[in-house]
């Protein structure tokens, strides 16, 4: 089972970017999806979540406006459009998935699956 996560890359500040990431070797429905992030030196950082429906998101009190999270269930696929990037924001970022319906659990270790990091980098 794998998350294959994808997207990354350097950024001016202000600039956007959107992550996708999709599941290998099996389905994820009833799996909550959600994206954490690391940046060097620090502890990795719960960045929002979404409900299988797609009905249910949550998100980090910091980023709220500036990222957004959905999901295609018919591609597999979550996503997560970054705008309005701040250097601050660099980091490797993490798609995860956990069984359930809840979208606020925001501990690394709540979650079952990882994919392997994309790296986000913001130029000032």
């Known amino acids: 089972v794998q998350l294959q996560a994808s997207g990354g890359g350097l950024v001016q500040a202000g600039g956007s970017l959107r992550l996708s990431c999709a599941p290998s070797g099996r389905t994820f429905s009833n799996y909550v999806m959600a994206w954490f992030r690391q940046a060097p030196g620090k502890e990795r950082e719960f960045v929002t979540a979404i409900s299988w429906s797609g009905g249910d998101t949550y998100y980090a009190d910091s980023l709220k406006g500036r990222f957004t999270i959905s999901r295609s269930n018919d591609e597999a696929t979550v996503y997560l459009q970054m705008n309005g990037l701040k250097p601050e924001d660099t980091a490797v970022y993490f798609c995860?998935?956990?069984?359930?319906?809840?979208?606020?659990?925001?501990?690394?270790?709540?979650?079952?699956?990882w994919g392997q990091g994309t790296q986000v980098t913001v130029s000032s």
């Open positions: 995860a998935a956990r069984r359930g319906y809840s979208v606020y659990f925001t501990r690394k270790r709540d979650y079952d699956y």
